[in-house]
């Protein structure tokens, strides 16, 4: 089924929404909930003993581009893995004294900032020391994000000898004068060198990462570079809309906000991304993910077995996710906890001989059953009231009564219809996905909505 662009319900119904990688999001995270917390829910975790997905972060990147909101910090001393990568090796041995040797790992993901920033002898040095603590699936999906302009060879070997078998990269834009503004030059032939090298080392289901929003772009110079990652064939593209806050995110002050596209250019590239790229074969998954039809994130959209996580969707519904380092979020059932964001807090905790929590969020029964909804209708575009009742003892149409009453304008606008007991979102409510989640968000109805993104 089609993703299909309507400016007058996208104008209508365009406002602030959490992206709802958790539900309830991170804005809920509290600082009452800390490393004690966490130990114990590790612990409980050990019962269900659902299979783990580990996320490890590296913060360091080479160089600032401007228009980056991670938490990251610019080096050019290599030196400073060596402190950070100690201080996460004690981390990982502090998990590993709480949660069960005997859990599956059947995903690891190592995000950034870049982790490429690591050595040869530091990337085969981490990962056999995470081999060592935890126990990776045979088949386990094993990913890694990569800068490509700080890229070696040798590098790229050594992620895929050491077990690496997926890759995720930023490319934003080709044009010149959009990267001068964003202070990000990479050109094309490095990516097409790039592409060539992953597919002949045998990498899967590589992800493009695209913004749009950026300074100096238009609708004919973001085409082009649409037309072009086609040409590099990656399985997966992410499009993100580019959100200017230089008063959170302070690299973003480098940028002229008089250079910015105007929101009518940023809808033309909006509809363009989605026509060309469908166009060209590839499936809209969701929010601002595309991908091949045969890559494994489009077909457990068609076996409605898709999920959300901190680092977006996910083939892995049901693991227990284990976040390592500093900022890393973890998602157990029915608990988050999210690390130290800074390396000095995040040291001073592990010092202490604790877990290095800042905050979390303890779900109650509630958050888990409307989480399910959510997450099936951002993932599925779908959410059959059956599946639902059979999983938490519950009438659907009793319990959430007041929601179904309030989708009946978005019915009745065809963003959704509600038959044969679900409710299944249409091509032209696809892209407003967030908006008719919302209606199942407790917590919107209570706080302001002002501090998330605008959903389109
Ligand atoms: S976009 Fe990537 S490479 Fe650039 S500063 Fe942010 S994390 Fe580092």
């Keep these: 089924m089609k993703t299909i662009f309507n400016q007058a319900l996208i104008e209508k119904y365009d406002k602030p929404g959490p992206r709802y990688t958790s539900y309830p999001p991170a804005t809920e995270f509290h600082q009452g909930v800390g490393h004690e917390d966490y130990r114990r829910k590790l612990k409980e975790s050990n019962v269900k003993a659902n299979p783990l997905s580990l996320y490890v972060h590296i913060p360091f990147c080479e160089s600032a581009c401007w228009f980056c909101g991670c938490n990251v910090i610019i080096s050019h001393r290599k030196d400073v893995t060596r402190r950070y990568m100690d201080y996460i090796y004690r981390e990982m041995d502090m998990l590993k004294d709480n949660i069960d040797s005997t859990r599956p790992v059947v995903q690891l993901h190592w995000g950034g900032g870049t982790p490429n920033f690591l050595t040869v002898e530091e990337i085969e040095e981490l990962f056999g020391k995470i081999e060592d603590s935890f126990r990776i699936d045979v088949d386990a999906e094993i990913s890694v994000e990569i800068d490509p302009r700080y890229l070696s060879e040798w590098q790229l070997e050594a992620f895929r000898k050491v077990g690496f078998n997926r890759v995720s990269m930023g490319l934003q834009d080709l044009d010149l004068e959009v990267q001068k503004a964003i202070n990000r030059i990479q050109t094309y032939q490095l990516m ?18 695209l913004i749009y929003g950026l300074p100096y772009q238009t609708p004919e110079k973001f085409k082009k570079t649409i037309e072009q990652t086609i040409e590099l064939q990656p399985d997966r593209v992410a499009v993100f809309n580019f959100a200017y806050v230089p008063w959170l995110k302070p690299l973003q002050r480098k940028i002229d906000p008089s250079t910015l596209p105007p929101p009518e250019d940023k809808l033309t590239i909006l509809k363009m991304t989605i026509d060309i790229f ?16 045969e890559d494994e994130l489009a077909q457990a959209q068609k076996e409605g077995t898709l999920w959300r996580n901190f680092q977006g969707y996910t083939t892995k519904k049901g693991v227990d996710l284990i976040g390592i380092g500093a900022t890393s979020i973890g998602m157990l059932y029915d608990a988050y906890f999210q690390n130290y964001k800074t390396i000095r807090d995040y040291y001073l905790a592990i010092d202490g001989g604790k877990l290095p929590t800042m905050r979390g969020y303890l779900l109650t029964e509630e958050d888990i059953i409307r989480r399910e909804v959510i997450m099936d209708l951002m993932c599925n575009f779908q959410c059959a009231f059956d599946k639902v009742e059979r999983l938490f003892g519950i009438d659907f149409e009793e319990r959430f009564s007041e929601e179904l009453e309030e989708l009946k304008g978005m019915e009745e606008d065809g963003l959704l219809k509600i038959h044969d007991r679900k409710i299944e979102v249409l091509p032209e409510g696809r892209l407003l996905i967030r908006n008719i989640a919302m209606v199942f968000d407790q917590y919107l109805k209570t706080k302001k909505e002002q501090r998330f993104s605008r959903t389109i």
């Design 192 to 209: 097409e060198k790039v592409m060539k090298d992953l597919r002949d080392l045998g990498f899967k289901s590589i992800n493009i990462d």
């Design 278 to 293: 469908q166009s060209a074969g590839y499936v809209f998954i969701g929010m601002d993910h595309f991908a091949k039809p």
